[in-house]
């Protein structure tokens, strides 16, 4: 028989997230979240998107055994915005036993219907910034810390449960750097800038860190994902929190900004956010701890050492700018750096299947779709 319990004290949390490391060891593709990261995630009392959001955690347990975890979660902001009454399903692992994840996946189903929700929705996070989507395609391949890892057996459950259908599928792609910016990336940038007044710029470290600008560029991206699936805008406290953990460490040149200089005053209406991989880094943590050595590889991995890849966290442009080029100017200011750096290939990190504007963007590069993943939903 498998057993539900509910997660209630410190040790059981910690019990909650080492089970990704146990069921994980050895695998060859998994990018392991550090350790503290998915404290501060999860502890209520840390984490700003508990403001409109609430929140149970499960193990299941078998002889005595975890075999499982799930967390469920309501994000109220995000019902209002969709008109919808979900609970969330995100932190999912379960050993291959079909009775496993069903009894996890019913876990959710009735914490949903205590809260008058009508139907589940996952995997998801607290909001986007959370990983998101169950791996269908490219187990083969090197996991990110931004996305999550999966065994193919788990999308093998959910065909088989009652009730779970596609809600929506994301694609991930695998791109070559072209030594050098293209000429036709080249003229195509210069043209944009010159027509609609635009620079192309690095930020600098204090005015993110005094200046305001990193409020700015969340704000920004609240504004380029509002109308995405299932998106939460951030709130001033998330966006604190996001600041702290992008940026303070971030290498300044691959986070580039765009500002529109007709007015008075330079308008932001584009950024870029790009960061060497971590995967190897944080697969050198042991079970995503930055003690003793952790912190150390994280540290080389920020400056660009120790990886050839670079993953494109996000790109965000101010719709009234969207069909303007604005993405080539992004590419014209990073690929410099990214030849500098030795970063040879990039991953997209996920986009919408259905985003042609975004697919669009990798015509200009050698690129390879080599990842799928899925949002279930099932009505109650």
């Given at each position: 028989?498998?057993?539900?319990?509910?997660?209630?004290?410190?040790?059981?949390?910690?019990?909650?997230?080492?089970?990704?490391?146990?069921?994980?060891?050895?695998?060859?593709?998994?990018?392991?979240?550090?350790?503290?990261?998915?404290?501060?995630?999860?502890?209520?009392?840390?984490?700003?998107?508990?403001?409109?959001?609430?929140?149970?955690?499960?193990?299941?347990?078998?002889?005595?055994?975890?075999?499982?975890?799930?967390?469920?979660?309501?994000?109220?902001?995000?019902?209002?915005?969709?008109?919808?009454?979900?609970?969330?399903?995100?932190?999912?692992?379960?050993?291959?036993?079909?009775?496993?994840?069903?009894?996890?996946?019913?876990?959710?189903?009735?914490?949903?219907?205590?809260?008058?929700?009508?139907?589940?929705?996952?995997?998801?996070?607290?909001?986007?910034?959370?990983?998101?989507?169950?791996?269908?395609?490219?187990?083969?391949?090197?996991?990110?810390?931004?996305?999550?890892?999966?065994?193919?057996?788990?999308?093998?459950?959910?065909?088989?449960?009652?009730?779970?259908?596609?809600?929506?599928?994301y694609v991930e792609y695998f791109i070559t750097i072209p030594q050098g910016i293209p000429d036709r990336m080249k003229r195509l940038a210069e043209m944009v800038m010159q027509r609609y007044q635009l620079r192309v710029r690095s930020m600098t470290r204090s005015e993110i860190t005094s200046g305001g600008m990193g409020h700015r560029v969340f704000r920004l991206i609240n504004e380029t994902f509002k109308d995405l699936y299932g998106y939460s805008e951030l709130s001033d406290k998330q966006i604190d929190q996001y600041v702290a953990m992008y940026l303070p460490h971030a290498n300044m040149d691959l986070i580039p900004i765009i500002e529109d200089m007709s007015g008075d005053e330079p308008k932001l209406v584009g950024v870029g956010i790009t960061l060497p991989s971590l995967t190897n880094a944080v697969r050198k943590c042991r079970r995503g701890r930055l003690l003793p050595f952790g912190w150390w590889h994280l540290l080389k991995a920020l400056k660009g050492h120790g990886t050839n890849t670079v993953d494109l966290e996000m790109i965000g442009v101010a719709p009234e700018y969207r069909n303007k080029g604005l993405n080539v100017l992004i590419f014209y200011h990073l690929i410099p750096f990214y030849n500098r750096l030795g970063l040879?290939?990039?991953?997209?990190?996920?986009?919408?299947?259905?985003?042609?504007?975004?697919?669009?963007?990798?015509?200009?590069?050698?690129?390879?779709?080599?990842?799928?993943?899925?949002c279930y939903k099932k009505i109650f």
């Open positions: 028989m498998v057993e539900i319990k509910k997660v209630e004290t410190r040790k059981e949390l910690e019990q909650f997230i080492d089970f990704h490391y146990d069921l994980y060891k050895g695998n060859a593709y998994d990018a392991p979240a550090l350790f503290m990261n998915e404290l501060q995630t999860l502890d209520c009392e840390k984490n700003p998107a508990f403001d409109f959001c609430e929140a149970e955690y499960y193990l299941a347990l078998k002889d005595g055994k975890v075999v499982g975890r799930v967390a469920a979660i309501i994000n109220h902001k995000a019902n209002r915005r969709w008109e919808k009454k979900s609970v969330r399903f995100g932190w999912l692992d379960f050993v291959d036993d079909r009775e496993v994840s069903a009894a996890l996946m019913k876990a959710v189903e009735d914490f949903g219907r205590r809260c008058g929700m009508t139907e589940m929705i996952g995997p998801l996070g607290f909001t986007d910034f959370d990983p998101e989507g169950m791996l269908t395609e490219g187990f083969d391949q090197m996991g990110t810390m931004s996305t999550i890892y999966n065994y193919p057996y788990y999308p093998a459950h959910f065909e088989q449960m009652e009730g779970f259908e596609k809600d929506n599928d040879t290939h990039a991953e997209s990190q996920v986009e919408m299947e259905g985003n042609a504007q975004v697919r669009n963007m990798w015509d200009n590069f050698e690129h390879t779709q080599h990842k799928r993943r899925r």
